[in-house]
């Protein structure tokens, strides 16, 4: 059991989080981590991450999580599950972290809770979700087997993906909005050189449709209005994110977005509250930028504890 008010409490257990616990743990600060049921983060749905220096093989995004996870027990971070946090309450120099049926008291919180996807908001899209409707190649891709599967976006998510789908099914329906794509040079690249892939442009889903199970989708062309419906059994969903942030007060301001705005130092809005990783605005979306915030934002809280005096006064008041 962990003391009754930890120096700094981490929301969120992807790259950003780890690597924060892994920095303050070897400075001998109280840390504890707040993770979901399914820790890990976005990466752990990439089936293989080519550009996280160190691996030349590349490595898939589960083991690279475990193994940042492995390193951050090796300094005793603390782990507590906890379902989604619902609040954030600040009483003098504590802040309370909310979540059914609890609550964790720290002096300071790095918010590194990243993002999820965005959804199409298309009729079909959550009646069929977990019955052909999948935002995760990695965890449904070896499910179709053979069969003719859709992705929809056109970032570096939906391309990757695509090309990773190409291991399973027979053909790889490509469905982006407009007639390029957003994602970069050399995956768009590999997206058109893959003959299994095919590309719908300028075009976007209206309506997916099935029995028990997906069967079609109805695609509708946005230059002639021309509606087709294509026979899938799968539809994989890239089309963005959407930065968890639901549990902060309003008064930590956000972009347009809704991505945590923050200073130099990443700290928020509300003092002695840093956010870190791809829920903060400006990030590059990447594992090892989310892990470098993570360094950063662990430094900040560093500094924030010392400047305020609190880690004296904290030492005082341990059991
Ligand atoms: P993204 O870059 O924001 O791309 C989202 C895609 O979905 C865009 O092509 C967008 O179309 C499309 N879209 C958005 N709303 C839509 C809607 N309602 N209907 C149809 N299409 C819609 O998101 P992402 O691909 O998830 O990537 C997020 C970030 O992570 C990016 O910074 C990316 O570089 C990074 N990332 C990097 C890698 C890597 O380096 N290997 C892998 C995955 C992700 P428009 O193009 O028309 O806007």
């Given at each position: 059991m962990g003391p009754e008010t930890y120096e700094v409490a981490i929301i969120g257990g992807g790259p950003a989080?780890?690597?924060?616990?892994?920095?303050?743990?070897?400075?001998?600060?109280?840390?504890?981590?707040?993770?979901?049921?399914?820790?890990?983060?976005?990466p752990i749905t990439s089936p293989l991450v080519e550009n996280y220096p160190g691996f030349p093989e590349g490595i898939a995004g589960v083991e690279l999580m475990e193994r940042m996870r492995k390193q951050a027990e090796r300094f005793n971070l603390e782990f507590k599950t906890f379902s989604p946090v619902e609040g954030l309450v600040q009483e003098g120099s504590v802040k309370h972290i909310q979540f059914e049926g609890g609550e964790v008291k720290s002096l300071s919180v790095i918010v590194a809770t990243g993002r999820s996807p965005r959804k199409l908001g298309v009729e079909g899209e959550e009646e069929f979700f977990g019955r052909g409707v999948s935002y995760c190649a990695t965890c449904d891709g070896p499910l179709f087997s053979g069969k003719t599967v859709m992705v929809v976006g056109g970032g570096d998510a939906a391309a990757e993906e695509a090309l990773y789908l190409t291991r399973f099914a027979k053909k790889v329906i490509l469905v982006h909005r407009r007639?390029?794509?957003?994602?970069?040079?050399?995956?768009?690249?590999?997206?058109?050189?893959?003959?299994?892939?095919q590309t719908l442009w300028n075009s976007e889903v209206s309506k997916i449709e099935g029995d028990t199970v997906v069967k079609r989708v109805v695609i509708s062309n946005n230059k002639t209005g021309e509606q087709t419906e294509v026979d899938v059994s799968g539809v994989f969903i890239y089309v963005g994110n959407i930065p968890n942030t639901g549990f902060l007060p309003e008064q930590v301001k956000r972009d347009a977005g809704g991505f945590l705005?923050?200073?130099?130092?990443?700290?928020?809005?509300?003092?002695?509250?840093?956010?870190?990783?791809?829920?903060?605005?400006?990030?590059?979306?990447?594992?090892?930028?989310?892990?470098?915030?993570?360094?950063?934002?662990?430094?900040?809280?560093?500094?924030?504890?010392?400047?305020?005096?609190?880690?004296?006064?904290?030492?005082?008041?341990?059991?």
């Open positions: 989080g780890l690597t924060a616990g892994i920095y303050l743990r070897r400075s001998h600060i109280e840390a504890v981590l707040l993770e979901r049921e399914l820790p890990g983060g976005q007639d390029e794509l957003r994602a970069s040079d050399y995956l768009a690249e590999r997206v058109s050189n893959e003959p299994t892939i705005l923050t200073n130099e130092s990443f700290e928020t809005d509300m003092p002695g509250v840093f956010a870190a990783g791809d829920v903060r605005s400006g990030n590059f979306k990447q594992i090892l930028v989310a892990a470098a915030e993570g360094a950063i934002a662990s430094k900040s809280a560093q500094r924030y504890l010392e400047d305020i005096g609190a880690r004296e006064a904290y030492k005082g008041e341990r059991l």
